[in-house]
T-cell receptor, first 112, second 112 residues
Framework: DVKVTQSSRYLVKRTGEKVFLECVQD?????MFWYRQDPGLGLRLIYFSYDVKMKEKGDIPEGYSVSREKKERFSLILESASTNQTSMYLC???????????FGPGTRLTVL | AQSVTQLDSHVSVSEGTPVLLRCNYS??????LFWYVQHPNKGLQLLLKYTSAATLVKGINGFEAEFKKSETSFHLTKPSAHMSDAAEYFCVVSEGENDMRFGAGTRLTVKP
């Protein structure tokens, strides 16, 4: 079974802090994704990566950056956290050319 | 660009009665369509997918969905609800490899 893990289930940070959210997958998938989930809005794509060191902006990249130095790991970075970034963050991975994404359990981030 | 509308934000059924979660989509091409389920404090799990094969798609846990091109719908059904079906359900449309659009979600409540 594909396993996607995220470093924290719950995280509380202060405004202005730099925040790192880590995601690791164990199935050698080329593609990885970061979404944020907000009530009534579903999931919105922040960034995705189709291979190591490759990244593409999604629908809402402002205030975020990403890093993919190794194939199995995809990091989401909030350079200076703000209260409007309080949300659930979901990571997903997918085999190149396949249509199914596999999701991690999510990180609920609260920015005070 | 594709989009998806989940017609009900909340559906409540009694255990043992049928479930209907409605989804309409908009797409310029022949899309792929998915239903994902998210149990409390968990990541998303794929229920079923349509990728231009049979229009009636069977998924896990007794769920199925029918692709109706003339109605641009992909409604999710189950003949008999179980308490463990209580969760949030997301309809997703995809036109390309890195372009998935999520609906806002439907929360299913199952009453004993």
């Amino acid at each position: 079974d594909v396993k996607v893990t995220q470093s924290s289930r719950y995280l509380v940070k202060r405004t202005g802090e730099k925040v790192f959210l880590e995601c690791v997958q164990d199935m050698d998938h080329e593609n990885m994704f970061w979404y944020r989930q907000d009530p009534g809005l579903g999931l919105r794509l922040i960034y995705f990566s189709y291979d190591v060191k490759m990244k593409e902006k999604g629908d809402i990249p402002e205030g975020y950056s990403v890093s993919r130095e190794k194939k199995e790991r995809f990091s989401l970075i909030l350079e200076s956290a703000s209260t409007n970034q309080t949300s659930m963050y979901l990571c997903a991975s997918r085999l190149q050319g396949a249509d199914t994404q596999y999701f991690g359990p999510g990180t609920r981030l609260t920015v005070l | 660009a594709q989009s998806v509308t989940q017609l009900d934000s909340h559906v409540s059924v009694s255990e043992g009665t049928p479930v209907l979660l409605r989804c309409n989509y908009s797409s310029s091409y022949s899309p792929s369509l998915f239903w994902y389920v998210q149990h409390p404090n968990k990541g998303l799990q794929l229920l079923l997918k349509y990728t231009s094969a049979a229009t009636l798609v069977k998924g896990i846990n007794g769920f199925e969905a029918e692709f109706k091109k003339s109605e641009t719908s992909f409604h999710l059904t189950k003949p008999s609800a179980h308490m463990s079906d209580a969760a949030e359900y997301f309809c997703v449309v995809s036109e390309g490899e890195n372009d998935m659009r999520f609906g806002a979600g439907t929360r299913l409540t199952v009453k004993p």
